[in-house]
Nanobody, 121 residues
Framework: VQLQASGGGLVQAGESLRLSCAASGRTFSTLHMGWFRQAPGKEREIVAG????????FYADSVKGRFTIARDNAKNTVYLQMNTLKPEDTAVYYCAADPWTYGSGMQGRYWGQGTQVTVSS
């Protein structure tokens, strides 16, 4: 599975962005998907995850109520809608696919290349 993330950019605090991650291959609908981020000098952290069917989701406490993860298995794409962005959301965002879990323990077996999100105050 190859993953291609897009949609990052520079926005002001309070604005919104939508990230997309397009997957190649016919196994997308069998994989749990997630979004991670890594800020400079910090460890990579999971932001959100979604079950292969779309029937379950997980969010880090820091983004609950502001971010929404969704997937379209017909389009082999997972999305991350980010609202009310804060400067502390600034990071490189990565999409990942995992055969086993989409929750806090998600490790990611396949990774996209990352897209930069910068939120100015």
């Amino acid at each position: 599975v190859q993953l291609q993330a897009s949609g990052g950019g520079l926005v002001q605090a309070g604005e919104s962005l939508r990230l997309s991650c397009a997957a190649s291959g016919r196994t997308f609908s069998t994989l749990h998907m997630g979004w991670f981020r890594q800020a400079p000098g910090k460890e990579r952290e999971i932001v959100a995850g979604i079950a292969y069917s779309g029937g379950g989701t997980f969010y880090a406490d820091s983004v609950k109520g502001r971010f929404t993860i969704a997937r379209d298995n017909a389009k082999n794409t997972v999305y991350l809608q980010m609202n009310t962005l804060k400067p502390e959301d600034t990071a490189v965002y990565y999409c990942a696919a995992d055969p086993w879990t989409y929750g806090s323990g998600m490790q990611g077996r396949y990774w996209g290349q990352g897209t930069q999100v910068t939120v100015s105050s």
